[in-house]
């Protein structure tokens, strides 16, 4: 299931007030709990998460003898739980985040939470919906197996990176227009995990690590830096089309003249320089980077537009842009 998948079925099931909870799995870095966070975001409720592994036994409740000595109650953590006595309010999305790496006495205990929806005798607020992760036992990323009785009582997906909505996100949430461009020059890179390997590219290190390392170290530790972010391969790759990005015609030359300025035939490059043009793109010169885009093979031009578009939305209200959605890119579009 791709991200945007995922996000549609967590809306739906918020909507029609599902109580069974939805267990995502993936391999380590592909933001299942920012997607949780982006829905309840979007849907504008409120978001909790709390971490399974680091829980401790009192954060479920701890015993408190009753005034007349007579019994003991528990106390639950207002802070960690939509328990109905908590302020938070009536409506969001409850994470539970890393539930495959708590251990069995843990599980128990929230698989108890997840069935009846209360701990200790505290109900969960009713338009609350739970949402649990965890990484595959086969990414060999700390997960425990879930135990059956517990597995039984959630609905389990499994989340793949996907290129495109990664790079809708990535336009949006100001990652560099370099690891976008590279990215959708070799997608097979967006998501490389292998259990085998010390270091892995994955949507997060590509973020967090090479496009927030970009511009900020000398050019000539990049190649060591990105090399603890994604591993050896794909950072030796990036470095390459690094170079080609930093050695494509400027920018401001092609807008001087784009019916005549030069078409590259190397796809990389191709790739590299509708990055940088898409990042250059404002509502007052669009039409003279159309006139230069539209010179290349449509997939380019179509990468472009969407690139661009998603960066200055206004460009959309263009005549340029309306001449050519409803022209020759009407059926590019579709």
């Given at each position: 299931m791709r991200p945007s998948e995922l996000k549609a079925v967590i809306t739906a099931r918020f909507k029609a007030g599902i109580?069974?909870?939805l267990h995502v799995e993936s391999s380590p870095g592909v933001g299942k709990t920012q997607i949780a966070a982006q829905v309840a975001k979007e849907l504008g409720v409120e978001f909790l998460a709390i971490?399974?592994?680091l829980l401790q036994p009192e954060d479920y409740?701890?015993?408190v003898i009753t005034s007349d000595r007579a019994s003991v109650d528990f106390v639950v953590s207002k802070s960690k739980f939509p328990i109905e006595s908590a302020s938070c309010g009536e409506f969001g999305i409850f994470l539970i985040d890393e539930l495959s790496q708590a251990d069995n006495s843990a599980q128990k205990i929230l698989a108890n939470l997840i069935q009846e929806r209360e701990i200790h005798g505290q109900k969960l607020k009713p338009g609350w919906l739970v949402i649990t992760t965890?990484?595959?036992l086969t990414d060999r990323a700390g997960a425990n197996r879930l135990l059956s009785h517990l597995k039984d009582r959630l609905t389990t997906v499994e989340l793949d990176a996907s290129i495109d909505d990664?790079?809708?996100w990535a336009l949006g949430n100001g990652v560099k227009s370099e690891v976008i461009a590279f990215l959708r020059?070799?997608?097979?890179?967006l998501n490389a995990f292998d259990a085998q390997n010390d270091v892995n590219a994955t949507p997060r290190s590509w973020v967090e690590g090479v496009s927030a390392s970009l511009g900020a170290v000398d050019s000539?530790?990049?190649s060591e830096?990105?090399?603890?972010?994604?591993?050896?391969?794909?950072?030796?790759?990036?470095?390459g089309f690094l170079k080609i990005y930093r050695k494509l015609p400027n920018p401001d030359a092609i807008l001087l003249n784009p019916s005549g300025a030069e078409i590259p035939s190397d796809p990389a490059t191709l790739y590299a320089l509708c990055g940088a043009l898409a990042h250059k793109t404002t509502g007052q010169n669009f039409g003279r980077v159309m006139t230069y885009v539209g010179r290349m093979a449509p997939e380019f031009c179509v990468l472009y537009v969407r690139d661009a578009i998603k960066r200055k939305p206004e460009i959309q209200s263009t005549k340029e842009f309306i001449e050519w959605a409803s022209g020759p890119g009407a059926k590019l579009l579709s």
């Open positions: 109580k069974r909870p971490h399974a592994p409740g701890f015993p965890g990484n595959r990664w790079s809708t020059f070799r997608p097979d890179l000539h530790l990049e830096i990105f090399k603890g972010d994604v591993g050896e391969g794909a950072a030796a790759e990036f470095n």
